[in-house]
């Protein structure tokens, strides 16, 4: 299986094809809204309105399995973000990142890049970087801030 392979929803649960990305550099996070690193949002924001037109796409991946901290249904979640994160990049449905019900993008990428932990994923805000080709580039820590990635999107992206 590829990268672009992959298939997601929106919060509305309109089919997103990862195949459309194609030629463009995606940063994947698993997201909460409650959670203390929520303010990555903003960060992850930055990055997006930054370099959305040199071909880079953030993908935001609501997740409710550490300590509950994405309260928010599908409804609710984009305009959360929206009003208390200024984010406008897209975010998929809620999903789960660990256990038997681990959505395919998740199971694909820490097979692709495994972490600390292996093939688990720690925390919210644990962040992919995929190369316009498609290939997973680097995996990050939910404690890395958003503007600490941005030489590694720079190397991988068109000038």
Known sequence: MTFYELEARTPKGVEL???D????AVLIVNTATKCGLAPQFRGLEVLYQKYKDRGLIVLGFPCNQFNKQEPETNDSMEQSC???FGVTFQLTEKISVNGKETHPVFR???DQLPGRLGKKIKWN???FLITPEGLPFKRYSPTTKPELMEKDILVI???
Do not use: C, D, W
Request: charged share 25%; net charge positive.
């Open 21 to 24: 990305l194609k030629g463009k």
């Open 125 to 127: 805000f644990t962040k």
């Open 108 to 110: 694909y990428l820490k």
């Open 17 to 19: 094809a990862i195949a």
């Open 82 to 84: 929206e009003v208390n």
């Open 157 to 159: 992206i068109p000038s």
